[in-house]
T-cell receptor, first 115, second 112 residues
Framework: DVKVTQSSRYLVKRTGEKVFLECVQD?????MFWYRQDPGLGLRLIYF???????EKGDIPEGYSVSREKKERFSLILESASTNQTSMYLC??????????????FGPGTRLLVL | AQSVTQPDIHITVSEGASLELRCNYS??????LFWYVQSPGQGLQLLLK??????LVQGIKGFEAEFKRSQSSFNLRKPSVHWSDAAEYFC??????????FGSGTRLQVQP
């Protein structure tokens, strides 16, 4: 079974702190994603990566950056956390070998509270 | 603009009753369509997906969905709901940019 793990289930940070959210997948997937989930808004794409060191902005990249130094690991960085970044963050991965038919697999999520 | 709409924010059904969750999309061609479920405290799990061919697709847990091009819809159905189906359901599509575009979700409550 594909496994996508996220480093923390719950995180509490202070405004202005630098925050790292880590995601690891074990299926050698090329594509990895970070989404943000808010009530009534569904999931919104922050960033995605289709290869090591490659990244593309999603729909709401402002205030975030990402890093992908190894194929299995994709990090989301909040350079200076703000209260409006309090949310649930979901990581996902997807193979790129068979095109868009491939299933996207999700991690359990990190619920971040910024005080 | 490309978008997915789930018109029902919250639905309550009785256990054993049938269920239909609505999903409409806005896109110039036929996208790849997905339904995901998120149980409380869990990540998202794929229920089913549609790419082409037969417009009625079967998924896990007894769910099915029907693609209707004329209505730009991909509604999710289940003939008899179980209490364990209480969750949030998300419709999503892929238009070729690798990432999915999600609807806002429908929360399903099941009454005993």
């Amino acid at each position: 079974d594909v496994k996508v793990t996220q480093s923390s289930r719950y995180l509490v940070k202070r405004t202005g702190e630098k925050v790292f959210l880590e995601c690891v997948q074990d299926m050698d997937h090329e594509n990895m994603f970070w989404y943000r989930q808010d009530p009534g808004l569904g999931l919104r794409l922050i960033y995605f990566s289709y290869d090591v060191k490659m990244k593309e902005k999603g729909d709401i990249p402002e205030g975030y950056s990402v890093s992908r130094e190894k194929k299995e690991r994709f990090s989301l960085i909040l350079e200076s956390a703000s209260t409006n970044q309090t949310s649930m963050y979901l990581c996902a991965s997807r193979s790129g070998t068979s095109g868009f038919q491939e299933t996207q697999y999700f991690g359990p999520g990190t619920r971040l509270l910024v005080l | 603009a490309q978008s997915v709409t789930q018109p029902d924010i919250h639905i309550t059904v009785s256990e054993g009753a049938s269920l239909e969750l609505r999903c409409n999309y806005s896109y110039g061609a036929t996208p790849y369509l997905f339904w995901y479920v998120q149980s409380p405290g869990q990540g998202l799990q794929l229920l089913l997906k549609y790419f082409s061919g037969d417009t009625l697709v079967q998924g896990i847990k007894g769910f099915e969905a029907e693609f209707k091009r004329s209505q730009s819809s991909f509604n999710l159905r289940k003939p008899s709901v179980h209490w364990s189906d209480a969750a949030e359901y998300f419709c999503a599509f892929d238009t070729g940019r690798r990432a999915l575009t999600f609807g806002s979700g429908t929360r399903l409550q099941v009454q005993p």
